[in-house]
Nanobody
């Protein structure tokens, strides 16, 4: 049984940083594509960053630079370092796993439909 458990969310002021972690069980992370998604109130879930076990990444344009996704194949964990946070980064952040990596226009997919397993989410609130 695959389980993904996010941690590290919280409330910060604009310009602050948070580090999210995703602990996995029931899967070997190096055999999966992993990703972070978020959902703001009243909006659809959107892809933030995705990564392969080999370290190939793709980011939503608005988070390139301040956000860094990383994977620890030995510990079966996925992290998201978020710096220079903005109020528009507020939302519930989800960890997700896909048995196969889907490419869209030559880049790793940021589409939620391409991911099979999901965590429960962790709230990130950025105040101005």
């Amino acid at each position: 049984q695959v389980q993904l458990v996010e941690s590290g969310g919280g409330s910060v002021q604009a310009g602050g940083s948070l580090r999210l972690s995703c602990a996995t069980s029931g899967l070997t992370i190096r055999r999966y594509c992993m990703g972070w998604f978020r959902q703001a109130p009243g909006k659809e879930r959107e892809g933030v960053a995705t990564i392969t076990s080999g370290g190939v990444t793709n980011y939503k344009d608005s988070v390139k630079g301040p956000f860094t996704i990383s994977i620890d194949n030995a510990e079966n964990t996925l992290d998201l370092q978020m710096n220079s946070l903005k109020p528009e980064d507020t939302g519930v952040y989800y960890c997700a796993a896909a048995p196969t990596c889907t490419m869209v226009a030559g880049r790793l997919s940021l589409t939620s439909q391409h991911f099979r397993y999901w965590g429960q989410g962790t709230q990130v609130t950025v105040s101005s």
